[in-house]
């Protein structure tokens, strides 16, 4: 039986190009690399200070920086980002912690300068006749907006209203992450020790202080008065607003631009050549790289069905369908596997498909077949290392340093454990190294017909 003709549409441009494509894409992520870490580092240059000792007006310590420190260690080891969040990013199936720290923390300083006493509610705000109200609010304000952190001696001074609300707050919270949440589907016992407690909702309070109090010398917090809060006066600065427009309007009008320049220099005129498909026999390197597919389908069925099982959680808080499912995996391991699986078989598959192709390109080398199941091996080894290892840490059965190295760094996307990250980065960047490292003479005799397709491919 003989192979079908089929068409190949070959494109040729007309118009010679000043820079190839290659080279519009080395400038491109130079730029935006640049930026990228340009603005990590003002991030890291303009972060927020952690107090060495939060303390009251005499000089009773609140919280120190071990506390918060430890409260952050534990709540990204167990998992939290996957539960709800602070400054705004995570899950949000629980709150977003720093707002609803904030705003506890807002009300229950408003009962004690109304009324001495901070068991009070919203209800309780909005009883009170309008211009009273309007006063109490702006003597909150002025409470959380003042910056009483001293950066010579690294302390940061609570008024007293503001020590009486903490610690109404830090009940409440002592509370919730002791015996958990069926809405926000943290299990009971989610954490068992007092002082874990203590140190998680430090955390919490930190953010919250730190979302509040003016930065020295401006007139918004240290997060730009987020996230919003009408009582404690946290509204969106107006230039902040400005620049959020402009930067996508900006996005837009770069991009048309972009596209406006490319096809008007760019005339193509597309040729159609008949040729007869030859099937290039399998070679044992593609033999042993149909795995990765079938690996890859593995983790995608499994990233499924941790996200129906993550969807269910937020029906059935404590189980599924009757399962108390969330003894052995909770929300936080279930999301976790969902968005981390999903990165492994796209990668498997980006993988695989490098591998699969590359022997089209010229003779397959040595031993190359071996040397993907090396790969796989290894891909496997990663995987499960870390799928287990996350499992592990939001049980809390590494504790906080071991959970950052085999268990759940605790952010969104990179969850595996950092010894995981590495070993993956390092597993990609040989692959690189091992393709553009080998003589593309077939590359060369193809690049009339694919160029930057093969570039690409490679
Ligand atoms: C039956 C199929 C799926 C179900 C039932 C499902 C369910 C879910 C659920 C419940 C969440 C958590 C949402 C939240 O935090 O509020 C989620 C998040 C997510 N899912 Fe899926 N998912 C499915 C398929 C997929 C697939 C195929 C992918 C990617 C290849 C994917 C990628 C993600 C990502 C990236 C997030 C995080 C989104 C964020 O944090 O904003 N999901 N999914």
Request: hydrophobic share 45%; proline share 5%.
């Amino acid at each position: 039986m003989t192979n079908p003709a089929i068409d190949i549409p070959i494109t040729t441009s007309s118009v010679a190009r000043r820079w190839s494509l290659p080279v519009w894409l080395v400038i491109i992520c130079f730029v935006t690399f640049s930026v990228l870490l340009g603005a990590g580092v003002a991030i890291w240059k303009n972060a927020p200070p952690i107090p060495a000792i939060v303390r009251s007006p005499s000089h009773e310590i609140i919280l120190t920086q071990a506390d918060i420190k430890n409260g952050q260690e534990t709540y990204l080891a167990r998992g939290g980002q996957h539960i709800g969040s602070v400054w705004g990013h995570g899950s949000y199936l629980a709150p977003d912690w720093t707002a609803d720290f904030l705003h506890r923390w807002g009300l229950a300083t408003a009962g004690v300068l109304y009324n001495e006493s901070p068991d009070f509610e919203q209800t309780d705000l909005e009883a009170i006749a309008a211009p009273e109200r309007a006063s109490l609010e702006a003597r909150v304000k002025q409470q959380f907006k003042t910056n009483r952190y001293d950066s010579e001696t690294q302390e940061l001074l609570l008024t007293e209203a503001q020590v009486k609300g903490i610690e109404r707050v830090f009940a409440d919270y002592s509370e919730l992450l002791k015996h958990g949440s069926a809405v926000h589907s943290i299990p009971n016992g989610w954490f068992a020790d007092d002082k874990q407690i203590h140190d998680v909702s430090a955390f919490f309070a930190w953010t919250a202080w730190t979302a509040a109090a003016n930065r020295p010398g401006s007139p918004f917090s240290y997060t730009a008065n987020w996230p919003h809060d009408d009582l404690i006066g946290n509204q969106p600065p107006a230039q902040f607003l400005i620049w959020s427009i402009v930067s996508v309007i900006v996005l837009i009008g770069a991009i048309a631009t972009f596209l406006f320049i490319y096809l008007r220099s760019e005339e193509e005129t597309v040729e159609t050549k008949q040729q007869t498909l030859e099937l290039p026999a399998i070679t044992p390197s593609q033999k042993v790289t149909s795995l990765f597919f079938v690996v890859a389908m593995a983790l995608f069925l499994v990233q499924i069905g941790a996200g129906m099982i993550t969807a269910h959680y937020a029906v059935e808080g404590h189980g599924f369908y009757g399962i108390p499912l969330d003894k052995f995996l909770p929300y936080a391991a279930s999301r976790t596997w969902h968005l981390q699986l999903a990165v492994f078989w796209i990668a498997t598959c980006w993988l695989a498909a490098g591998l699969y192709f590359a022997p089209s390109f010229g003779r397959e080398p040595k031993y190359q077949g071996i040397a993907n199941a090396g790969l796989l091996v290894a891909l496997t080894v990663v995987v499960v290392g870390s799928v287990v290892g996350v499992w592990a840490g939001i049980q809390g059965i590494l504790g906080n340093k071991y959970s950052f190295w085999f268990g759940h760094q605790g952010y969104e996307y990179v969850e595996l454990g950092r010894v995981w990250q590495l070993l993956l980065i390092g597993g990609m960047v040989f692959l690189v190294v091992a393709d553009v490292s080998r003589p593309p003479t077939c590359l060369k005799e193809r690049r009339k017909h694919y160029g930057f397709k093969s570039f690409l491919l490679l």
